[in-house]
T-cell receptor
Framework: AQSVTQLGSHVSVSEGALVLLRCNYS??????LFWYVQYPNQGLQLLLK??????LVKGINGFEAEFKKSETSFHLTKPSAHMSDAAEYFC?????????????FGTGTKLQVIP | KAGVTQTPRYLIKTRGQQVTLSCSPI?????VSWYQQTPGQGLQFLFE???????NKGNFPGRFSGRQFSNSRSEMNVSTLELGDSALYLC????????????FGPGTRLTVL
C-alpha cells in the first residue's frame, strides 16, 4: 500500500521568497516520486521525478526536490517565487513495480504568490 | 509532437445516462491511464491500458469501464451516471516503461445533473 501526505492545502509566499511545499509518503516498496503542477482548467504537468540515483532532483521552472528516505519526504523547493508559479501542486508516489504504474496522488497544495 | 487530446472538453449529462470520453495519446505512446479529479476526493486512479489490455485498475465500481484501440486511442465509459460522478476526468499517456513520464491531457469536465 502507498499514500502521500501534503502538508498545507494552501501556501502563500511573497514574490521573490522561498517556496517550500511539503510531501511525505508511505510505500511498502521502493518508490518513484513525482511533483506535478496544475494551472486552472488545465491538466497536470510534470515538474520533476525521482526514480533512482541522485536524491536531489532538478526540474523545470527552477524547482527542485530532495528524496530523503530516512524521513520519507520529498519536499519541493524553489529559491525565488514568481507570480507565474501560482498554481496547484501535487505530489505523487508510484511503486517500483517492474512494468506498470499505479500512481497515488496527494490532495494538492495551492500556492498563492503575493506581489 | 501533438500533446494528449481529450474530447469532449465539457459535457453535461443527467442521472441515469451513460457517457463516453475519448483520449488520444501522444504519437508512439502505448500506455494510457485515466484519473478522476474531484474537490472532495482529489485525484484518483481509474485504470491503465497498455497495448489494448487493462493492466491496472483502481477502486471504482464496475460502472466505470474503458478500452484501448490498436492505435492506442482510449475511451472511458461511465454507465448509469450518478451526481457524484461529476468530476474532471484526466487522461495521461506514456511510452510504456515504468520510469517513463506521464503526459496529461487537459481533461474532460463532466457535470451530472
Amino acid at each position: 500500500a502507498q499514500s502521500v501526505t501534503q502538508l498545507g492545502s494552501h501556501v502563500s509566499v511573497s514574490e521573490g521568497a522561498l517556496v517550500l511545499l511539503r510531501c511525505n509518503y508511505s510505500s511498502s516498496v521502493p518508490p518513484y516520486l513525482f511533483w506535478y503542477v496544475q494551472y486552472p482548467n488545465q491538466g497536470l504537468q510534470l515538474l520533476l521525478k525521482y526514480t533512482t540515483g541522485a536524491t536531489l532532483v532538478k526540474g523545470i521552472n527552477g524547482f527542485e526536490a530532495e528524496f530523503k528516505k530516512s524521513e520519507t519526504s520529498f519536499h519541493l523547493t524553489k529559491p525565488s517565487a514568481h507570480m507565474s508559479d501560482a498554481a496547484e501542486y501535487f505530489c505523487a508516489v508510484s511503486p517500483f513495480s517492474g512494468g506498470y504504474q499505479k500512481v497515488t496522488f496527494g490532495t494538492g497544495t495551492k500556492l498563492q504568490v503575493i506581489p | 509532437k501533438a500533446g494528449v487530446t481529450q474530447t469532449p472538453r465539457y459535457l453535461i449529462k443527467t442521472r441515469g445516462q451513460q457517457v463516453t470520453l475519448s483520449c488520444s495519446p501522444i504519437s508512439g505512446h502505448r500506455s494510457v491511464s485515466w484519473y478522476q479529479q474531484t474537490p472532495g476526493q482529489g485525484l484518483q486512479f481509474l485504470f491503465e491500458y497498455f497495448s489494448e489490455t487493462q493492466r491496472n485498475k483502481g477502486n471504482f465500481p464496475g460502472r466505470f469501464s474503458g478500452r484501448q484501440f490498436s492505435n492506442s486511442r482510449s475511451e472511458m465509459n461511465v454507465s448509469t451516471l450518478e451526481l457524484g460522478d461529476s468530476a474532471l476526468y484526466l487522461c495521461a499517456s506514456r511510452l510504456a516503461g515504468d520510469t517513463d513520464t506521464q503526459y496529461f491531457g487537459p481533461g474532460t469536465r463532466l457535470t451530472v445533473l
